[in-house]
């Protein structure tokens, strides 16, 4: 029988972990997303201003996704920010 020393830490579950627990929810969006984006393969006519583009739905859904997902990071980058300055 081994004893542990007392500077083990305690090992804490996968899922109980802060930064996983904030992690899983992206994950699971992202894989719903991804699968009805990819799911969606006829060509659709989208008007750019003037002109009128033929492309793939997939390619629409996918580049609405990404922009979407800078949006998020761009905000929650600056909010994480202007939380963390100290008053003066």
Known sequence: MTQSSPDHKARTSFFSRPAVR????FVLVTAVALIFIFENRSDVEIRL???????????ALLIAWGLGVLAC????????????????
């Open 49 to 59: 201003l003037v002109p009128i583009v033929t492309m793939p739905l997939w390619g």
């Open 73 to 88: 990071l761009f905000t929650v980058r600056r909010r994480t920010s202007r939380h963390s300055r100290q008053p003066r």
């Open 22 to 25: 904030r992690f899983a929810p």
